[in-house]
């Protein structure tokens, strides 16, 4: 039985889905106003791996990822560009999209764009209205009246006392309380004509929280199994999206909330706000794909995650450990299948049922990997590469992994061909010495000569 921390009860629970054999989920996206940084990496990594793992349990998963594509960074970014909104979303659209492909994240079943749902929205704020709990504001703008819903502070457990003594002094005109938070933002002259829309309340455009509520109710219906998102989403994002959605319909929400933790830089939260973060493409120059991949998984989804090179090169060398393993033994043509009756696959299986755990998922792998060193059977390298595919890791050839493109500024392929081709030279002619400092030169650029009858080969270790 799959178990997932809910973080709504603060407890691990039994998964039970709402329709027998079929899960929806809906997880926030991104922001796209510029390139996407390890933080949003994770959320796209753990939530695919979600989805992967629901899928292989035999449910039949609806996945939904938004798109947030007009907020006043983005028409800050747009202005100081000269470019219009679309073209700068579009633009980093495409961007994340090729960054989440290079991670092995597979596309959500949906992908919305906040500004292709704003007649949704307008019609959530209509019934918010009508339920008592919005209301228009002496400056125009549409505010949620937070006091009305009895149980706002239950996801982030804040009561709504702590959150008076935080509020903050300039109160916006006309707001009933300090807690309410803006539904619907009216439109400021020097904005430009494709962020307006008209409504009800007049010219103008959503407020954040609202965005999730609408998609999330036109695509999934009023009450959907999984949202998850990053940790920061929890408040006041996701609370709102709570009493928003609840206010609007009078029912549950959500059964399962789920948050991953944040990616840290020196102790503190990876943000474009705190200037800290490193963009996935940046990240990419140096290490390959996979073992970002394979380094984000081997962090269970809600614990920090800490960022260093040292800590990629550790995921690098663990991850030519398992692919060194499979070398040689590579399944053809058909992805390999499992056999779930087997001693791993059980325990593999075990790890991911209680709460994706994917550090003891990927200690299974290593435990296989050293076994498939010693016996070399087809059958452990079929589990090996099986297993690992359900994480979206191990199923490059071998070959190709171990001598992948290599770190910006090291050997290129022909150059480490040359030095072998002198070190050969070098024994032919017995001068040990010089095919000694050959071998030791390369290993210390992180070349790894590997020689047997048949030859010299290389990895990068």
């Keep these: ?10 407890s691990v629970q ?3 889905p709402i329709e027998p054999g079929k899960v929806r989920m809906y997880v926030c996206g991104m922001t796209v106003y510029d390139y996407c940084h390890l933080g949003h990496g994770r959320v796209m990594v753990v939530f695919d791996m979600v989805t992967r793992w629901l899928k292989a349990s035999g449910y039949r998963v609806t996945y939904v990822r938004n798109i947030t ?14 470019e219009t909104v679309r073209l700068l979303t579009d633009r980093f659209i495409a961007a ?23 007649p949704q929205m307008l019609d959530l704020i209509g019934r918010l209205e009508r339920n008592g709990y919005a209301y228009q504001a002496g400056n125009r703008d549409v505010c949620y009246a937070v006091r009305k819903f009895a149980g706002y502070g239950r996801l982030s457990g804040k009561s709504l006392e702590d959150l008076r003594a935080g509020e903050r002094v300039d109160i916006m005109e006309g707001k ?9 933002k009216h439109a400021k002259p020097d904005e430009p004509a494709e962020v307006k829309w008209d409504s009800a309340w007049g010219v103008g455009r959503p407020g954040w929280h609202i ?5 999330s109710s036109q695509l999934l219906g009023d009450h959907f199994d999984i949202h998850g998102g990053g940790q920061d989403l929890q408040f006041p994002h996701h609370e709102n999206e709570i009493a928003q959605s609840e206010g609007a ?5 959500v059964n399962y909330w789920m948050h991953n933790g944040f990616v840290r830089v020196d102790d503190e939260k990876m943000s474009k706000s705190l200037g800290n973060f490193f963009t996935i493409r940046d990240i990419l120059k140096k290490y390959d794909a996979e073992v970002v991949r394979f380094f984000i998984l081997r962090a269970h989804y809600r614990s920090p995650l800490n960022y260093s090179d040292g800590h990629l090169d550790d995921a690098r060398a663990a991850l030519t450990r398992l692919y060194t393993a499979l070398k040689g033994c590579a399944m053809e043509g058909a992805p390999a299948q499992i056999d779930w009756s087997e001693a791993h696959a059980q325990r593999f299986k075990a790890a991911m049922d209680e709460d994706f755990a994917t550090p003891e998922a990927v200690a299974v792998l290593f435990d296989l990997a050293n076994e498939l060193n010693r016996s070399k059977e087809a059958r452990l390298a079929a589990q090996l590469k099986g297993l690992g595919g359900v994480l979206g890791l191990l199923q490059r050839d071998p070959v190709e992994f171990l001598q992948a493109a290599p770190v910006a500024g ?27 400092r050959i071998r030791d030169d390369l290993k210390t650029q992180g070349i790894v000569l590997e020689d047997s009858p048949q030859g010299t080969s290389w990895r990068r270790g």
């Design 249 to 253: 319909h009078g029912g549950t929400f």
């Design 1 to 10: 039985m799959l178990k997932i921390y809910n973080s709504l009860s603060r």
């Design 410 to 436: 090291s050997l290129d392929d022909a150059a480490i061909d040359a030095q072998i081709a002198a070190r050969a030279a070098a024994k032919k002619a017995r001068n040990f010495a010089e095919a000694d």
């Design 96 to 118: 994340m999209h090729e960054d989440a492909h290079a991670l092995g994240v597979l596309r959500p079943d949906h992908e919305p764009r906040a500004t292709e749902f704003v």
């Design 176 to 184: 009933h309380d300090p807690l309410d938070f803006v539904l619907w």
């Design 69 to 82: 594509d007009i907020d006043d960074k983005i028409i800050k970014r747009a202005a100081e560009n000269g």
């Design 14 to 16: 039994e998964f039970v």
């Design 211 to 215: 965005e999730c509520s609408a998609m």
